[in-house]
């Protein structure tokens, strides 16, 4: 079944707390849940860590608890350093009924540093089949407790571009799936179509994220860092004109697949210049009648 989902990003960034400090969380739940209508929402700092606790809000505003973030440390520490880190991460997801935990490495990530996405790390054909294999070690773990380890290939990592995906991909196992991101892939390079083609056998999760191609070209011609470009509004949502990700090819590769799970609109905005409630409302739409275009979900 596809559900669609949102994250409180687009509301209250968690990379920078500033955007949307304003907003009550109360809002954030309202709008999404009884005036957009998603299915659920994913993890954000306003939530509450207890698992019950924020079992009871979410349900309260009609909303399920997706899945979240987790930020993985495997360059820098132990697996069972690692496994030990996620197991409280886990038992959330576990109590709130979440088929996916949502994983990247950031231990020398620079999407959070004020500099260049032009300095992220990159690993050599070694380093990143020892990183796979790690990983693959973890995911294993959480598949003993019923959940899809999904890793989120993201600018600023080791995991960016086409050819890391590529890559990481091939050095892991069948434990490990992919959150696929259609505004990371284009904005590393990639072709969304032809990278979810080559890889939609293990994808478990999706994010619906689009990308204004001249701020992307700010940030690239002058050397910005990430944040700087979420702040210049580098995303959008699906149906915004001025975002360059075509999203019904997409959408038509999962349908031809038989795409099971949630697609998710996590597109990170400045809440003061580009209102969550019409933004998020547009994406949905979207996603909405081009799945029902593409075969993806029957029409209702």
Not at 35 to 57: M, Q, S, Y
Not at 224 to 243: C, E, I, K, N, Y
Request: with cysteine; glycine share 10%.
């Amino acid at each position: 079944m596809i559900r669609f989902g949102t994250n409180p990003i687009a509301w209250a960034n968690d990379d920078d707390p500033s955007l949307g400090a304003d907003i009550p969380t109360a809002r954030i739940l309202h709008e999404a849940g009884e005036l957009i209508g998603f299915d659920g929402i994913e993890n954000g700092h306003r939530w509450p860590d207890d698992p019950e606790e924020l079992r009871v809000l979410l349900a309260g505003y009609g909303l399920a608890f997706i899945s979240g973030w987790h930020s993985m440390n495997l360059l820098a520490q132990s697996v069972e350093d690692e496994i030990r880190a996620i197991q409280p991460h886990l038992d959330k997801l576990a109590h709130n009924g979440c088929k996916v935990a949502i994983v990247c490495e950031t231990s020398n990530s620079v999407q959070g540093l004020a500099q260049s996405l032009s300095t992220r790390p990159v690993l050599n054909a070694a380093g990143m089949r020892d990183f796979g294999a790690k990983v693959e070690a973890v995911a294993a773990h959480c598949a003993t407790h019923g959940i899809d380890l999904v890793y989120h290939h993201h600018m600023g990592t080791v995991v960016q571009s086409p050819d890391d995906i590529d890559a990481f991909m091939a050095a892991t196992g069948p434990h490990t799936k992919l959150l696929f991101d259609a505004g990371h892939c284009w904005f590393g390079g990639g072709d969304p179509v032809e990278v979810l083609t080559r890889h939609v056998d293990r994808v478990r999760h999706v994010h619906a994220k689009n990308v204004r191609p001249g701020v992307k070209a700010r940030v690239e011609g002058g050397g910005l860092s990430f944040m700087d470009g979420v702040r210049a509004g580098v995303f959008t949502v699906p149906g915004d004109q001025d975002g360059a990700v075509d999203f019904e090819p997409l959408l038509a590769v999962l349908a031809r697949h038989g795409y099971d799970g949630w697609i998710v609109i996590e597109a990170e905005q400045d809440p003061a210049t580009r209102n969550p409630l019409l933004y998020q409302t547009l994406g949905l739409h979207t996603l909405r009648r081009l799945a029902v275009k593409t075969g993806l979900m029957p029409a209702q």
